[in-house]
């Protein structure tokens, strides 16, 4: 690619080659061009994994707002297996990565086994409790009788078949530390499409298939998920991808799984910190009234739609990262970086121009309550005024994971956001009495100061000497 711009024919080329999975070197060449190659799969992956969540609210909210209630108190605690599968996920990329960089594709083989190895085991546990104490789990959450009589099935089966969930994040995560950022994106299509179809057929029932309301949803997201995975085992045996597995490499390497773990304690940090952060500011906000929870609410879930591209060209910088590291080019690795910030930055631009114009329009396609459009409106607003500062912030916190330095960004997000946001939100919205917009203003500044720091850690560049 050269640096003029690209014609229609040469994008569509491009796209093609993209969703194609067809093996590529991201050592060599354009940097620009592995930046796109790897970006689109990840991109439309990530919009995959935002749809899952979406098709089963749509369907379930046509059961009972108790079997809504249910995903809800049970998705609280699956986010403690998601803190764990992208604490691992992100080792593997690393560690797989930097395997792939230094062409020792046996390396990267044996660090796959061993990452589902340690996902099956997380699982297994988590499994036992789920399936018999699926009621107990619910009435800690806070679950009324009548709520837990009618969903306790959906969290006996998600839970006990979370090793679908752990092994999918986990399996794709090597897929794209490979560089094989299409086969994860069509496990996820995959899945997507089997969960679409199936949660209609059992959740209400057809024919023969009894209705099984709100559990209908667990079993079809379960049968989705599971189907993917093994579509991703085949791959993996069969070596349509750049990791192949045999049978010689299903053996435990305890030193290869002692790295992952120490590698993953980091990204699960940072999940935890940053998933523990937004329950306090929650929590904050539910002070000024349900119209302002709601309208905050609605803001945050179109932003998290609208940062999907940004998460993938994030995860595209952290792939580049760690092959450019184990091919012993540190300058590559660290143009990657710069370039796909610079990207990034471009289409949260344009973004933030569209939210600072048009935020009660958009907030009102969901609702047409005036208080939550306008609090939704602010929200949106006063966000959108750092999304160029958050397109850098992302990139370069998720090329740290990259390069197998989860430490760093964990001591980044703890400072700014347990150390300097809930703080902030606390006394700017309650004690000195700014309302919502203290909380809004808390959240621009902390992302502000995560990219700042971030960006003057990566400078110093220690992360070029990371060890996995």
């Given at each position: 690619m050269s640096r003029s711009i690209i014609t229609i024919k040469q994008f569509v080329s491009l796209f093609k080659l993209a969703v194609s999975g067809k093996p590529q070197d991201f050592t060599t060449g354009s940097i620009r061009k592995a930046v796109f190659l790897l970006s689109v799969p990840m991109i439309?992956?990530?919009?995959?994994?935002?749809?899952?969540?979406?098709?089963?609210i749509f369907f379930v909210s046509k059961v009972s707002v108790n079997a809504v209630a249910t995903i809800g108190l049970t998705e609280s605690v699956v986010t403690l297996i998601y803190a764990v599968a992208i604490g691992l996920s992100m080792a593997a990329t690393a560690i797989v990565a930097r395997r792939i960089g230094e062409k020792d594709t046996e390396g990267a083989s044996q660090a796959a086994v061993q990452v589902i190895f340690l996902g099956i085991a997380v699982a297994a546990i988590i499994s036992v409790i789920g399936i018999l104490f699926p009621k107990e789990i619910l009435q800690l959450m806070g679950g009324e009788p009548d709520l837990i009589a009618e969903g306790y099935g959906y969290t006996q089966i998600l839970l006990g078949g979370n090793v679908t969930i752990m092994l999918l994040f986990l399996i794709n995560a090597i897929f794209r530390g490979a560089g094989d950022a299409s086969i994860a994106m069509w496990s996820l299509i995959l899945s997507n499409g089997l969960n679409i179809i199936l949660d209609p057929l059992l959740i209400f029932g057809f024919g023969p298939i009894p209705a099984y309301g709100v559990t209908g949803a667990a079993i079809a997201t379960t049968i989705g998920r599971g189907s993917a995975v093994i579509f991703q085992i085949v791959i993996l045996f069969y070596g349509w991808s750049k990791i192949k597995v045999t049978?010689?490499?299903?053996?435990?390497?305890?030193?290869?799984?002692?790295?992952?773990?120490?590698?993953?304690?980091?990204?699960i940090g940072q999940f935890l910190i940053g998933t523990s952060s937004w329950v306090f500011l929650m929590r904050i906000m539910s002070e000024f009234?349900?119209?302002?929870?709601?309208?905050?609410?609605?803001?945050?879930?179109?932003?998290?739609?609208?940062?999907?591209?940004?998460?993938?060209?994030?995860?595209?910088?952290?792939?580049?990262?760690?092959?450019?590291?184990?091919?012993?080019?540190?300058?590559?690795?660290?143009?990657?970086?710069?370039?796909?910030?610079?990207?990034?930055?471009?289409?949260?631009?344009?973004?933030?121009?569209?939210?600072?114009?048009?935020?009660?329009?958009?907030?009102?396609?969901?609702?047409?309550?005036?208080?939550?459009?306008?609090?939704?409106?602010?929200?949106?607003?006063?966000?959108?005024?750092?999304?160029?500062f958050y397109a850098y912030g992302m990139v370069v916190i998720n090329s740290f994971n990259g390069a197998g330095d989860t430490v760093t960004p964990t001591l980044i997000n703890f400072i700014c956001f347990w150390l300097f946001q809930l703080p902030f939100a606390y006394v700017m919205a309650l004690s000195l009495d700014f309302g919502p917009l203290g909380v809004f203003l808390a959240i621009l500044f902390a992302e502000i100061l995560i990219s700042t720091m971030a960006i003057i850690w990566f400078k110093k560049g220690k992360w070029k000497l990371t060890k996995v």
């Amino acid at each position: 690619m050269s640096r003029s711009i690209i014609t229609i024919k040469q994008f569509v080329s491009l796209f093609k080659l993209a969703v194609s999975g067809k093996p590529q070197d991201f050592t060599t060449g354009s940097i620009r061009k592995a930046v796109f190659l790897l970006s689109v799969p990840m991109i439309l992956e990530m919009l995959m994994e935002s749809i899952f969540a979406v098709v089963d609210i749509f369907f379930v909210s046509k059961v009972s707002v108790n079997a809504v209630a249910t995903i809800g108190l049970t998705e609280s605690v699956v986010t403690l297996i998601y803190a764990v599968a992208i604490g691992l996920s992100m080792a593997a990329t690393a560690i797989v990565a930097r395997r792939i960089g230094e062409k020792d594709t046996e390396g990267a083989s044996q660090a796959a086994v061993q990452v589902i190895f340690l996902g099956i085991a997380v699982a297994a546990i988590i499994s036992v409790i789920g399936i018999l104490f699926p009621k107990e789990i619910l009435q800690l959450m806070g679950g009324e009788p009548d709520l837990i009589a009618e969903g306790y099935g959906y969290t006996q089966i998600l839970l006990g078949g979370n090793v679908t969930i752990m092994l999918l994040f986990l399996i794709n995560a090597i897929f794209r530390g490979a560089g094989d950022a299409s086969i994860a994106m069509w496990s996820l299509i995959l899945s997507n499409g089997l969960n679409i179809i199936l949660d209609p057929l059992l959740i209400f029932g057809f024919g023969p298939i009894p209705a099984y309301g709100v559990t209908g949803a667990a079993i079809a997201t379960t049968i989705g998920r599971g189907s993917a995975v093994i579509f991703q085992i085949v791959i993996l045996f069969y070596g349509w991808s750049k990791i192949k597995v045999t049978f010689k490499d299903i053996v435990l390497r305890i030193g290869v799984m002692l790295n992952l773990i120490k590698v993953s304690l980091g990204g699960i940090g940072q999940f935890l910190i940053g998933t523990s952060s937004w329950v306090f500011l929650m929590r904050i906000m539910s002070e000024f009234g349900s119209e302002v929870l709601a309208g905050y609410t609605i803001a945050i879930r179109v932003m998290m739609f609208t940062l999907m591209p940004a998460w993938g060209m994030s995860n595209a910088a952290a792939t580049l990262v760690g092959q450019n590291l184990g091919a012993q080019l540190p300058y590559r690795a660290e143009h990657s970086v710069w370039k796909t910030g610079k990207y990034c930055a471009y289409f949260m631009g344009l973004v933030s121009i569209g939210y600072l114009l048009f935020a009660p329009d958009i907030i009102a396609w969901f609702t047409q309550e005036p208080n939550v459009i306008e609090n939704g409106s602010l929200c949106l607003r006063v966000m959108a005024a750092g999304y160029v500062f958050y397109a850098y912030g992302m990139v370069v916190i998720n090329s740290f994971n990259g390069a197998g330095d989860t430490v760093t960004p964990t001591l980044i997000n703890f400072i700014c956001f347990w150390l300097f946001q809930l703080p902030f939100a606390y006394v700017m919205a309650l004690s000195l009495d700014f309302g919502p917009l203290g909380v809004f203003l808390a959240i621009l500044f902390a992302e502000i100061l995560i990219s700042t720091m971030a960006i003057i850690w990566f400078k110093k560049g220690k992360w070029k000497l990371t060890k996995v």
